[in-house]
């Protein structure tokens, strides 16, 4: 089994912001999976899928990104999984808009969610899906995080998330370093 997270903030408010582009590709893998992320489980929305042959929960945190790891640490030790068997998907300011990139491990890179992730697990060493939410030089970080896309960003953010959706399949289908090869040229 194999445990894929997605980050963001709870709530209506949130929901169109670009804090939680990972929401919105863990609605988008349950939606071709024909799964509700709706069982409330560790302080997080959760469904059982099967994705690419391979068992998976799907979860969005319901902490607020910077309380992500709370609800990641609990749903490992329920579904007795290590590190190595979860994925995360989160926003990105440092790459442009649309862009993603998966690694095997690293650092948060000031990313509260994955400071949280990380400090509550004591390790970096998972897969993440990092999504290119870019930087404009105008606005303030939270400002900008908080926003929603504009219609023109909308479409580019689409097209990401399918992408996405089609990354993570084949890091569950045929590992890291495959999903690294196909989806991070582009």
Not at 48 to 63: D, F, H, R, S, W
Not at 158 to 171: C, M
């Amino acid at each position: 089994m194999k445990l894929v997270v997605g980050l963001g903030n709870p709530g209506a408010r949130y929901a169109s912001t670009r804090h939680n582009v990972g929401f919105m590709v863990v609605d988008r893998l349950a939606h071709r999976s024909r799964v509700a992320v709706t069982k409330r489980q560790c302080n997080a929305l959760t469904a059982v899928a099967n994705i690419a042959g391979e068992k998976v929960c799907l979860a969005k945190p319901q902490t607020y990104m910077n309380l992500s790891g709370e609800a990641v640490g609990c749903l490992l030790r329920y579904y007795k999984l290590s590190p190595a068997d979860l994925v995360v998907i989160y926003d990105e300011r440092d790459l442009p808009l649309g862009k993603n990139r998966i690694r095997e491990k690293g650092s948060a890179g000031g990313h509260r969610g994955m400071e949280s992730i990380i400090g509550v697990l004591g390790t970096a060493d998972f897969p993440r899906l990092r999504i290119g939410i870019g930087r404009p030089a105008e606005t303030n970080a939270v400002e900008h995080v908080l926003g929603s896309f504009s219609p023109e960003e909308r479409s580019v953010v689409e097209e990401s998330i399918d992408r996405s959706v089609e990354a993570v399949e084949t890091l569950l289908r045929e590992g890291t370093a495959a999903a690294m090869n196909k989806f991070n040229a582009i």
